[in-house]
Every structure is written in structure tokens, then in C-alpha cells.
């Protein structure tokens, strides 16, 4: 390596002023891509940082589900996804350019970013439902065509979280238009609530793609593994660019609102809408009428209560509630557990996050399926936030190499370097990484293939993985010993052209 680039791979014969660093015994890795990420914030965090790169992770993709800060001055981000992405430090306002610039050697791991669609349309519209008139998708587009021009890597939407929710397949294909004609991906967190109902989002993906040309990638992509592959292999045979990424886990982790109040009750202010949970009419029809068809419902069940396992509570006075599930924590203050999540909700502003155990819980073999599939790459959705956060953001990277790699032998290291880091690169147009190539930005992870291990589980979920104690990042040795060097070479990448 000389300066941010490797200069040469092979033999090569020491000069008097190089540091030689013996890694005897270890691998050599490009630095890992997480192609979906929530550290838009926590990555300014020493602890998050460390999280990460102790997994090899040296970019994430932030922007993700249609919710981030840019463009505008990123209130609606820091309100509606406080429990997943928190408050951005030193982004005030402005755009793209401006967000990718407080990255840029103010961290130890690169940041790359997509035009949320949600914040667009918030931009525009505000929390309003119904189609958007021409003039305001025109404005829309107008947005991500700057955020683009400015370094995005493409554009994400989020179609269970409002205001997206809101946006219909025409708005979607017209928001397009400018992301085909940058060469740059659609990134989105589908319609239709994954599992059995994939078919929903894939169709709706891929009638954009049909229409406009981009290039798609689903984020999360979980369910039944031969459904989704099925489905994947569909988009291809019609000429779809599609790719996805997915985590190595069989919970997964989302705002408590979301699953447990209805839609109608979720477009609005925060303030507004912890008035409406507070008002005992409301109160009345949610307790007697809404909570009882959860039990009904075959993706939530009598279950609810035992499958939700409090995250992120933005109200002190709840401070204990961490850890514990829904029922539990509602058996303390001696109260039902849905009087329990409406009193938690209202007194966090509905800033409330919590791991869901799903009803049926895959087995690996079915997981390794999906995952070998060409246009996996992958992505821990790590959200960082919260006391008793999913052990995916801490050790996905490790699982895969510890689980997939090493033990079940699902990859080789070489095949485990293309869907970590080789993939994302190339889907996401950051052409000078993924590979330890002469040209390429210097990225490495060292990596002891006995040892590498995830230590995070749903128990201890802020534990460091081990087995990666050394990695550079633009040149610079950002970890050594596990520990940070204080080196923040980190920056925001912007889109960029293959390398020759």
C-alpha cells in the first residue's frame, strides 16, 4: 500500500522506509461492504466503530429504507427514525454533498448514501397520504436527480414506513427515471411484508425495472428461501438487473409501532400522534378492536407479547424495560401487555425499537440456500441504538465467516470476499473496492481464519467479534491490537466510474 492506494500485489522486496507489517497465517480480505447499514449517526461512536471494524466492516451503505437526513435539515429523519438511525451530530441541513462531506475523515469507515425516497416525498408533501401531483413528483425527481449529481449511490425506499407508504408504483417508476440515467440502483425495503407475500414487492420492483431500466437490489430479502430464489431467478430471466442482500439471522428487529398500530395511526408529527394514543377513546377502540385481531393474524399471533424484545425506549423512566420482552416487562408494572405498549409508546414519543422472534424460524441450511445465490451480497440492517440493540449489527460479518465460511463451508474464503465485499462494490458503483487489486483504494481486513468468530448474540448483543484485530482503511491502520488507532480515514464515498 502507498499512500490510500495498493500499489502492488506479490512479492515484493521491502525498502528501508516501508512498515512491514507479519500477518503470517492470516488472510488478506478486501474490507467488508455492509450493503445495509442504520450507522448514518453511529458511526461518529468509538464503540460502533470498533463493533464494526472488529468485523472486517470498513464501509457501510446508510440511507437505507427510504429515511435518512439529506436532503433538507433532517428533522423528519432524527423524528420518525430516532429509534433506528438516532441524531446526526453535525448535519445540519443542505443536501447530499453536504452529509457526505461530515464523513469525510471524521470517522475510521467510509459511508456511502442513498436519496431516501420517504425524506423526499416528506420534502415535498410532508406526512400527506394519497398520489402526488405531477408538479410535486416533478419536484421530487428534482431531489434525487441533485442528491445523485452530488455522490448518492442511488435511491432507497422504504414502502412499509410513512410517508413512502404513501407513494405509488407511478410516483416510484417516475422517481426512477433519474437513477437509470446515472447509472446508479434502486435500493428498496419491498411492499407486502417479505415472508410468503414476497411476490407482492418483486412485482412492484419489477415493473419499475421493466419500465425505467434501473437496476434493482432488495434490501432484507427474507423468507422462504426457494420462493425468493424462484423469484430472484424471475427478475432475471426478464432481463432485470435485481440483486439483495440478507443477515444470517432468524429474528429481526423494527420499530414497535410498526407491527403492533395501525397504519392510519402513524402519518403525522410525533407530537400529534402521542396525543391521539392518549386520548382514551382512542385508547378504548385500539384496546377492545385492534389489539385482539394481532392475535388473529398469522404473522403476529396470541405470541406477540412473548416475540418482542424491547431494543431501543427513549423514555428514561423506562430504562429497566430494556432486555426484556413486551409480557415480561408488562408483568412488572402489573399491567396487560397491550395497555403496556401503548403507555411505553406514548411516554417515547413512539421512539421504541424491539427484536421480533418470527413464528417460524428457518434452519440454516435453508438460509445457506439464499445466500450462495450469485446475487446475494452481504448486509446485517445493524441498527446501533438502544441498550439491548440486535446482535446483527455486531456480528454479522463474523457469522458469516465463523458459520458459512468456516464451519458449514457454504463459501470459500475467496467466494466469502465476493459476497462481503467483491458484490456490494459492484452493485453499489464504488469501483475502486471490493478486490486487493494494483488501483484500488486500500481497504483490508487481516483476518485468522481459526479464530474469526461472532460474540454477539440476543443476550450480549453489544459484543465485539473476534478473530480480525487488524484493518486498514485508506492506507491507514484503523485497528490494531482490536483497538482503534485514533486514524480517521474514513470518508464519504461518492459514486464512482470502473476502474481500468
Known amino acids: 500500500m502507498r499512500g490510500s492506494i495498493i500499489e502492488a500485489v506479490g512479492t515484493i522486496v521491502a525498502e528501508p522506509e516501508d512498515t512491514v507489517i507479519d500477518v503470517t497465517g492470516r488472510y488478506l480480505m478486501p474490507g467488508f461492504i455492509d450493503a445495509h447499514s442504520h450507522a448514518d449517526a453511529a458511526v461518529f461512536s468509538t464503540d460502533v466503530q470498533r463493533g464494526l471494524l472488529r468485523q472486517g466492516v470498513t464501509t457501510v451503505i446508510a440511507g437505507q429504507d427510504g429515511?435518512?437526513?439529506?436532503?433538507?435539515?433532517?428533522?423528519?429523519?432524527?423524528?420518525?427514525?430516532?429509534?433506528?438511525?438516532?441524531?446526526?451530530?453535525?448535519?445540519?441541513?443542505?443536501?447530499?454533498?453536504?452529509?457526505?462531506?461530515?464523513?469525510?475523515?471524521?470517522?475510521?469507515?467510509?459511508?456511502?448514501?442513498?436519496?431516501?425516497?420517504?425524506?423526499?416525498?416528506?420534502?415535498?408533501?410532508g406526512y400527506s397520504p394519497g398520489s402526488s401531483t405531477p408538479a410535486e413528483i416533478a419536484a421530487m425527481c428534482e431531489l434525487v436527480a441533485a442528491g445523485l449529481e452530488e455522490g448518492a449511490l442511488g435511491l432507497s425506499t422504504g414502502l412499509d414506513y410513512v410517508p413512502n407508504i404513501h407513494a405509488d408504483t407511478a410516483e416510484l417508476t417516475a422517481?426512477?427515471?433519474?437513477?437509470?440515467?446515472?447509472?446508479?440502483?434502486?435500493?428498496?425495503?419491498?411492499?407486502?411484508?417479505?415472508?410468503?407475500?414476497?411476490?407482492?414487492?418483486?412485482?412492484?420492483?419489477?415493473?419499475?425495472?421493466?419500465?425505467?431500466?434501473?437496476?434493482?437490489?432488495?434490501?432484507?430479502?427474507?423468507?422462504?428461501?426457494?420462493?425468493?430464489?424462484?423469484?430472484?431467478?424471475?427478475?432475471?430471466?426478464?432481463?432485470?438487473?435485481?440483486?439483495?442482500?440478507?443477515?444470517?439471522?432468524?429474528?429481526?428487529?423494527?420499530?414497535?409501532?410498526?407491527?403492533?398500530?395501525?397504519?392510519?395511526?402513524?402519518?403525522?408529527?410525533?407530537?400529534?400522534?402521542?396525543?391521539?394514543?392518549?386520548?382514551?377513546?382512542?385508547?378504548?377502540?385500539?384496546?377492545?378492536?385492534?389489539?385482539?385481531?394481532?392475535?388473529?393474524?398469522?404473522k403476529m399471533g396470541p405470541e406477540w407479547p412473548d416475540n418482542l424484545t424491547l431494543a431501543h425506549i427513549a423514555a428514561p423512566e423506562y430504562e429497566w424495560a430494556h432486555g426484556l420482552t413486551v409480557r415480561a416487562a408488562a408483568s412488572r408494572v402489573a399491567r396487560d401487555p397491550a395497555s403496556f405498549t401503548l403507555e411505553l409508546l406514548a411516554a417515547s414519543s413512539l421512539e421504541v425499537s424491539a427484536v421480533m422472534k418470527v413464528l417460524h424460524q428457518r434452519p440454516y441450511d435453508d438460509l445457506a440456500k439464499l445466500f450462495m445465490h450469485s446475487s446475494h451480497v452481504a448486509g446485517s440492517d445493524g441498527i446501533y441504538l438502544g441498550a439491548h440493540p440486535h446482535p446483527r449489527a455486531w456480528g454479522t460479518f463474523a457469522k458469516y465467516l465463523r458459520l458459512f465460511t468456516r464451519e458449514r463451508r457454504d463459501y470459500n474464503w475467496a467466494e466469502a470476499a465476493v459476497h462481503l465485499s467483491g458484490r456490494a462494490a459492484q452493485r453499489f458503483c464504488l469501483s475502486d473496492r471490493g478486490r486487493l487489486w494494483p488501483g484500488y483504494a486500500a481497504d483490508v481486513a487481516v483476518v485468522d481464519p481459526a479464530l474469526v468468530s461472532d460474540e454477539a448474540d440476543y443476550d450480549a448483543p453489544r459484543t465485539d467479534a473476534i478473530g480480525i484485530d487488524a484493518v486498514f482503511v485508506g492506507g491507514q491502520q484503523v485497528l490494531a491490537g482490536g483497538q482503534l488507532t485514533g486514524a480517521t480515514s474514513g470518508r464519504g464515498l461518492r459514486r464512482s466510474a470502473p476502474v481500468k
Open 175 to 298: 422517481l426512477c427515471r433519474p437513477v437509470a440515467a446515472a447509472g446508479a440502483i434502486y435500493v428498496t425495503h419491498m411492499r407486502g411484508g417479505y415472508e410468503d407475500d414476497s411476490r407482492i414487492g418483486i412485482d412492484e420492483a419489477s415493473e419499475i425495472a421493466l419500465a425505467t431500466g434501473v437496476s434493482v437490489h432488495v434490501s432484507h430479502y427474507h423468507g422462504p428461501s426457494d420462493l425468493l430464489i424462484d423469484l430472484a431467478d424471475g427478475m432475471a430471466s426478464r432481463g432485470i438487473d435485481m440483486s439483495f442482500d440478507a443477515y444470517p439471522y432468524r429474528r429481526g428487529c423494527t420499530l414497535l409501532a410498526m407491527p403492533l398500530l395501525p397504519p392510519s395511526l402513524l402519518s403525522g408529527p410525533r407530537a400529534e400522534l402521542v396525543t391521539t394514543l392518549r386520548d382514551p377513546a382512542v385508547r378504548a377502540n385500539l384496546l377492545n378492536d385492534w389489539f385482539p385481531s394481532l392475535d388473529a393474524n398469522p
Open 67 to 125: 429515511v435518512s437526513y439529506a436532503p433538507g435539515d433532517g428533522a423528519y429523519a432524527t423524528e420518525y427514525f430516532g429509534a433506528l438511525n438516532g441524531r446526526h451530530p453535525t448535519y445540519g441541513g443542505g443536501g447530499v454533498a453536504e452529509l457526505l462531506a461530515s464523513y469525510d475523515e471524521a470517522t475510521p469507515v467510509n459511508v456511502g448514501y442513498l436519496v431516501p425516497a420517504g425524506t423526499v416525498r416528506h420534502e415535498i408533501r
